[in-house]
């Protein structure tokens, strides 16, 4: 069923059309707030207000800006509100519950290279959490939950060339935090990461 | 997505395409490395808290009115209801306006009658018009007649709500 069909059944007053967008979104909502905001608790309780809000104001979805960008630019204003009452902070991704690399190879990559692939999972999730929010932000939308740079932008209610700007510095400076932490370009086998 | 000794790793085709400045490749590679990355998940249960919030705020109706909640359900409920009405008036009333009608059918001829033989015995405009105008007057004072027009403006009025309500569901659902 379509979100603009899941809408429309909500507005109608059916509650398994609003438990139908809350089930098929509330993952890419917490994603972006929990990327924002320090604390998995805090960020619970903003994904439950940011669907709130969203669920009050249905009658005012635009359906040309796609539900979900529309959702996840609710999603950023309330986590953005939230950190300017609480301060800047920054998530600690390695601290989350549950948190842990996926199983990526298919074949036995063996012990070395397993090793090799969590140090660099842990190293990339520490400078992620380093960085600074929007920057954050604009990285995880752009290539963990793969939306473009129009809808990056509506999202965070910034321009199109802000938003690729923010992936770029993003990506620049997560580049020079790796590189600073060990690793490189360079393929000095097996692995590429220098003893410190 | 295997990783083969002799393959060059994101991680290392990421930070070679930065040396170089080659955005494309960069952007790509950083792509494959970030999927990689777990994304935080909503704790257990997330969704049921959402919709008991939603729920105690009045944001969405609990589930009891679920079943009247559908658009095509109401609306058959709406002209069911009506439809009832409607029967139920007529297997009321309907001995009595058909009584009602027979009598204005007589009365009328009785009337004409009259009227002829009124204007042949010399009888002027204005005498007549009163007499016709006592004689409407006389037939509408009686309980039946009264009651029936109560019970007809009765009926207009619940169809008219009826109708309203139906129209503003319609506008609002297709909002």
Same mark, same amino acid.
């Given at each position: 069923?379509?979100?603009?069909?899941?809408?429309?059944?909500?507005?109608?007053?059916?509650?398994?059309?609003?438990?139908?967008?809350?089930?098929?979104?509330?993952?890419?909502?917490?994603?972006?707030?929990?990327?924002?905001?320090?604390?998995?608790?805090?960020?619970?309780?903003?994904a439950?207000?940011?669907?709130?809000?969203?669920?009050?104001?249905?009658?005012?979805?635009?359906?040309?800006?796609?539900?979900?960008?529309?959702?996840?630019?609710?999603?950023?204003?309330?986590?953005?509100?939230?950190?300017?009452?609480?301060?800047?902070?920054?998530?600690?991704i390695?601290?989350?519950?549950?948190?842990?690399?996926?199983?990526?190879?298919?074949?036995?990559?063996?012990?070395?290279?397993?090793?090799?692939?969590?140090?660099?999972?842990?190293?990339?999730?520490?400078?992620?959490?380093?960085?600074?929010?929007?920057?954050?932000?604009?990285?995880?939308?752009?290539f963990?939950?793969?939306?473009t740079?129009?809808?990056?932008?509506?999202?965070?209610?910034?321009?199109?060339?802000?938003?690729?700007?923010?992936?770029?510095?993003?990506?620049?400076?997560?580049?020079?935090?790796?590189?600073?932490?060990?690793?490189?370009?360079?393929?000095?086998?097996?692995?590429?990461?220098?003893?410190? | 997505?295997?990783?083969?000794?002799?393959?060059?790793?994101?991680?290392?085709?990421?930070?070679?395409?930065e040396?170089?400045?080659?955005?494309?490749?960069?952007?790509?590679?950083?792509?494959?490395?970030?999927?990689?990355?777990?994304?935080?998940?909503?704790?257990?249960?997330?969704?049921?808290?959402?919709?008991?919030?939603?729920?105690?705020? @009045?944001? %969405?109706?609990?589930?009891t009115?679920?079943?009247?909640?559908?658009? /095509?359900?109401? +609306?058959? $409920?709406?002209? *069911?209801?009506?439809?009832?009405?409607?029967?139920?008036?007529?297997?009321?009333?309907?001995?009595?306006?058909?009584?009602?009608?027979?009598?204005?059918?007589?009365?009328?001829?009785? @009337?004409? %009658?009259?009227?002829?033989?009124?204007?042949?015995?010399?009888?002027? /405009?204005?005498? +007549?018009? $009163?007499?016709? *105008?006592?004689?409407?007057?006389?037939s509408?004072?009686?309980?039946e007649?009264?009651?029936?027009?109560?019970?007809?403006?009765?009926?207009?009025?619940?169809?008219?709500?009826?109708?309203?309500? %139906?129209?503003?569901?319609?506008?609002?659902s297709?909002?």
């Amino acid at each position: 069923m379509s979100d603009d069909r899941l809408v429309r059944d909500a507005l109608a007053g059916q509650q398994d059309a609003y438990a139908g967008l809350l089930q098929r979104y509330e993952r890419p909502v917490f994603h972006v707030i929990a990327r924002l905001v320090r604390d998995p608790g805090v960020a619970e309780e903003l994904a439950q207000e940011t669907f709130l809000k969203a669920f009050r104001r249905l009658g005012t979805f635009d359906q040309r800006r796609g539900f979900l960008p529309w959702l996840l630019r609710i999603a950023h204003n309330t986590a953005v509100d939230a950190l300017r009452r609480r301060g800047p902070q920054t998530l600690d991704i390695e601290t989350e519950p549950g948190g842990g690399a996926r199983v990526i190879a298919s074949d036995d990559p063996g012990p070395d290279r397993q090793t090799e692939h969590r140090l660099e999972v842990r190293d990339l999730q520490a400078a992620l959490a380093r960085l600074r929010p929007e920057y954050r932000l604009a990285l995880v939308l752009r290539f963990q939950e793969e939306h473009t740079y129009k809808q990056i932008a509506y999202v965070m209610g910034v321009s199109e060339g802000t938003a690729k700007s923010h992936v770029h510095r993003a990506r620049v400076w997560l580049a020079h935090e790796m590189q600073t932490a060990g690793w490189s370009g360079a393929t000095n086998r097996p692995g590429s990461r220098s003893t410190k | 997505m295997g990783h083969d000794r002799n393959q060059t790793r994101p991680i290392e085709a990421w930070l070679a395409a930065e040396q170089r400045s080659d955005e494309t490749t960069a952007d790509a590679a950083l792509h494959d490395l970030i999927r990689m990355l777990p994304a935080p998940t909503p704790p257990a249960g997330f969704a049921s808290r959402v919709m008991a919030a939603a729920a105690r705020d @009045g944001i %969405v109706r609990p589930s009891t009115h679920r079943v009247w909640s559908g658009p /095509t359900v109401r +609306l058959l $409920a709406w002209c *069911g209801g009506g439809a009832a009405a409607l029967v139920g008036t007529l297997v009321v009333l309907g001995p009595s306006l058909v009584r009602q009608v027979v009598g204005v059918l007589n009365i009328s001829v009785q @009337g004409f %009658v009259w009227i002829v033989r009124g204007l042949e015995g010399g009888l002027d /405009t204005w005498s +007549l018009m $009163a007499e016709i *105008g006592r004689a409407v007057g006389t037939s509408l004072a009686t309980p039946e007649v009264s009651a029936s027009f109560f019970v007809l403006e009765l009926v207009a009025v619940a169809a008219l709500y009826t109708l309203h309500r %139906v129209l503003s569901y319609d506008k609002g659902s297709t909002r």
